[in-house]
């Protein structure tokens, strides 16, 4: 199966019955990232998380107030 990276557009191929390549064709919203993008995201994230201004944000969940 041939994919496309979304951020350097680079054509890799994969194999036709590995996980990744089920995951592309059944839901399309995934993406395929490269190896090279996806470790330079990564050492990105972990050098902005080692400054302390780095905070994940989680979905806030409803409080059951129905008592």
Known sequence: MQVKCTICDTVESIHDHCFEAKR???RRI???LCQ???DRIGK???ERHATGNFR???EKKP???FI
Do not use: E, I, Q
Request: net charge positive; glycine share 0%; with cysteine.
């Open 24 to 26: 592309l064709r059944n």
């Open 56 to 58: 994940l944000y989680t």
């Open 63 to 65: 409080a059951d107030d």
């Open 36 to 38: 090279a993008c996806y």
């Open 30 to 32: 995934h993406m395929h």
């Open 44 to 46: 990105k994230t972990k």
